[in-house]
């Protein structure tokens, strides 16, 4: 008898592939679905290794491509003094 592996999509939170299938199965539809359900993106790397896979896992079942537009970037650099200077209400 073959034995099945495991695969690990989330590496952080050591979140296998069963697991996520299992909550998509469940009703998952989103990143934050599967999050909420098995903690897979919640780990030191907040999902930049494992959040692809787990958006083309949820692609092939729903049919949508892109389902968020994911990690938002600043729209610029801000300096330590301006966040300070933020912080306190200052302008």
């Keep these: 008898m073959t034995e099945k592996k495991t695969v690990y999509i989330c590496?952080?939170?050591?979140?296998?592939?069963?697991?996520?299938?299992k909550a998509i199965a469940d009703g998952a539809r989103?990143?934050?679905g599967v999050k909420n359900r098995t903690?897979?993106?919640?780990?030191?790397c907040q999902g930049r290794t494992?959040?692809?896979?787990?958006e083309k896992m949820l692609s092939e079942v729903?049919?949508?491509?892109?389902?968020?537009?994911?990690?938002?970037h600043p729209?610029?650099?801000l300096?330590?003094?301006?966040?300070?200077?933020?912080?306190?209400g200052d302008e």
């Design 62 to 72: 729903t049919g949508i491509e892109k389902l968020n537009p994911g990690i938002r």
């Design 11 to 21: 590496r952080c939170e050591e979140v296998t592939e069963d697991e996520i299938r």
């Design 30 to 32: 989103t990143v934050k």
């Design 79 to 88: 300096n330590i003094g301006e966040l300070v200077r933020g912080c306190n």
């Design 39 to 44: 903690d897979a993106t919640m780990g030191l």
């Design 50 to 54: 494992c959040r692809r896979i787990i």
């Design 75 to 77: 729209v610029r650099t």
